[in-house]
């Protein structure tokens, strides 16, 4: 999703340069750093150090090495990535729709919609920021909703304060329709729904769960397709939890083929495992925040998924 613009990004400040006191002889770089730039945080250096931001008498750091006094620091200051967060990049986007108040955009599996720990560069907003420069002026640059990273489809963003507002309105009222298509390990006997509360995992905090503490959340499904030892779900969001759909139907004891965090990667006599979790956004539909108009979209299958429903027969 990148390109060449976005290798040239420089986010650095300025180079600053220090000679070791001979107080300090005998330490460790990592910690010498600290006393001997105050105006930074020790989290801060870490990272520069870590990062290769530092050099020592103009050669590579490291961050155990013992110095002895007199040595010349040079640290290339680099801005918080929180800070550069928000900067427009030039990315392809896939725009299935624009008007003046909306964009509907078709996201491919991969690309993280907000920039967030780990993933501060090359997100959704950073290329919608290059895209339409006046989403500036909007909270999160016009996001609405999201996908997970490896979930591919349909993302309405808008483009003004007041489209942001009406589409927040209808997504809370629960008059947005999400559809999409998910293909999950065994054979689904039956349309059904599941209603659970979905929220943190108090085991692993990088994992959602069915806990009671949790935010309410319903799931339709309808099957479409079975095959031998896999189904291919049509899944109706009631709520919009986050890894809602993942959550419900590992629950239901048929978790997403490709899911490596809730137990869709393992299986047998199947073919290879889509590489991500097999979730596509494939319908969105809700009211133009302008005119009033229904507005539907259907976002066609991404050759990942389209491949491997041709494996499985």
Same mark, same amino acid.
């Given at each position: ?39 930074? !945080? ?124 009406? +589409? ?26 599941? !209603? ?35 189904? +291919? ?32 990667? !393992?299986?047998? !006599? ?38 491997? +429903?041709?494996?499985?027969?």
């Amino acid at each position: 999703m990148s390109d060449s613009a976005n290798e040239a990004l420089d986010y650095t400040l300025a180079n600053v340069r220090r000679r070791v006191p001979e107080i300090l002889a005998g330490s460790r770089l990592d910690r010498a750093l600290a006393q001997m730039f105050p105006e930074h !945080s020790r989290n801060r250096l870490q990272r520069w150090l870590r990062e290769g931001w530092v050099r020592l008498n103009s050669r590579a750091a490291k961050p155990k090495q013992k110095i002895w006094g007199g040595e010349c620091v040079e640290i290339r200051l680099q801005a918080d990535p929180a800070e550069t967060a928000h900067r427009a990049e030039r990315m392809a986007l896939d725009v299935i729709h624009e008007d003046e108040a909306i964009l509907v955009i078709n996201k491919p599996a991969g690309l993280v919609v907000h920039p967030g720990s780990g993933n501060w560069r090359g997100t959704l907003l950073n290329a919608l920021l290059h895209h339409c420069a006046k989403l500036s002026e909007v909270p999160r640059a016009g996001i609405v909703h999201r996908l997970d990273k490896d979930t591919s489809g349909l993302l309405v963003v808008a483009k003004t304060p007041q489209a942001q507002t009406d +589409l927040v309105r209808q997504l809370q009222a629960r008059t947005v329709k999400r559809e999409y298509l998910a293909v999950v390990r065994g054979r689904v006997p039956s349309d059904g729904e599941v !209603s659970a509360p979905v929220g943190r995992d108090p085991r692993n905090r990088v994992r959602m769960a069915v806990v009671k503490t949790g935010r309410p959340a319903l799931t339709r499904y309808k099957v479409s397709k079975r095959f031998a030892h896999a189904t +291919l779900l049509e899944c109706r969001l009631a709520t919009g939890r986050t890894h809602q759909i993942r959550v419900h139907l590992q629950t239901l004891g048929h978790p997403l083929l490709g899911d490596p965090v809730y137990g869709g990667r !393992s299986f047998r !006599s199947l073919p290879p495992p889509i590489g991500r979790q097999a979730l596509h956004a494939a319908r969105l539909e809700f009211v133009h925040p302008v005119s009033g108009a229904r507005m539907r979209f259907v976002a066609p299958l991404p050759k990942d998924f389209a491949a491997l +429903l041709d494996a499985l027969g």
